[in-house]
């Protein structure tokens, strides 16, 4: 069998430091003899991505692509669009690589064409860490995540976005990225979970790999208290779109439910004002954030359909 030519996909907005960081640490990794391609996609309005890309012409087989969509899963798409059956490595603007993070994954996929895709160990680069106890309360992706200490199975749409792989034939079987979740979306998260979640139901296995590990860069305004409760109630309005599938009436009495139990909490918090500790009372604060989003992402998903 003939092995599949590699291609290398990095979203990009408005970061273009960040994304000659992410390049260097490329331009210092492993590389394969059979990398096609080290797509850089840049969304929204232009910044200076492109004249970035031009600097590394002459060290790794980039080209810049542009959609004017203010949206990650477009760009997604956009690169997903050009191939046909490579295998494709994808990381984000703001990661830095370990050196032999590219060829775990190539290594990994060796003589196949299709029927896996990868995960990779994700660890993080604080700008300033946040407290030890906030640390519970944030995303992965602003924690770092590993799903064991060898490679294994994957049953679950685990891989994060920022740090995964898969062939290009399997995604788009799947269907691709859908254009209505991601950055620059409503629903603002999630986009390469519901693809690999469509990819299991296909029959496509799923891999974690702790050697293909990545740094995550977090700037100290994406992991104080104020964006972890905003991005709790992005959780909520992801889960309140799935949940919007139901009929009308079951859908009505859920967002009603949602709703009461946002006044709950925030009821409670003021009867118990300063009686809780910081990481008592910010736990109660998350709940009602994701119940709040779950509301309103129900209406939104309503409005859409």
């Known amino acids: 069998m003939k092995e599949p030519r590699i291609v290398i996909v990095i979203p990009t907005c408005q970061r273009s430091a960040l994304l ?23 969304n929204g309005k232009k910044e200076n ?37 490579e295998f494709v490595i994808y990381y984000d603007d703001d990661v830095r690589l370990d050196p032999g993070s590219v060829m775990a994954y190539v290594d990994a996929s060796a003589g196949r064409d299709r029927g896996e895709f990868y995960a990779g160990r994700c660890e993080v680069d604080y700008e300033a860490a946040p407290p030890e106890w906030l640390k519970h309360y944030l995303p992965l992706s602003a924690k770092g995540w590993r799903y064991a200490e060898n490679a294994c199975d994957l049953p679950k749409p685990l891989a994060l976005g920022f740090n995964w792989a898969a062939f290009a034939s399997d995604m788009k079987e799947a269907g691709g990225y859908d254009s209505e979740i991601g950055p620059g979306r409503v629903f603002s998260m999630g986009e390469e979970t519901d693809l690999q979640k469509r990819m299991l139901e296909r029959g496509v296995k799923g891999r974690y790999l702790p050697d293909a590990v990545v740094w995550h860069y977090i700037p100290a305004d994406r992991c104080s208290k104020k964006w972890t409760l905003e991005r709790n109630r992005k959780f909520g309005l992801l889960a309140g779109r799935r949940l919007s599938k139901a009929g009308g009436v079951k859908r009505a009495l859920g967002a009603l439910a949602a709703l009461v139990k946002v006044a709950g909490i925030r009821c409670l918090l003021f009867c118990v004002k300063g009686r809780l500790s910081e990481d008592r009372e910010f736990h109660y604060l998350q709940r009602s954030h994701w119940n709040l989003g779950v509301w309103q992402g129900r209406n939104a998903a309503s409005d859409r359909s």
């Open 20 to 42: 000659g960081r992410t390049l260097d640490f490329l331009v210092a990794s492993r590389l394969p003899d059979r990398l096609d391609t080290v797509f850089v996609v840049e």
């Open 49 to 85: 991505a492109e004249e970035m890309c031009a600097r590394y012409a002459g060290v790794l087989p980039i080209a810049y692509r542009y959609t004017p969509d203010a949206s990650k899963s477009a760009a997604l798409n956009l690169a997903l669009a050009e191939a046909t059956d």
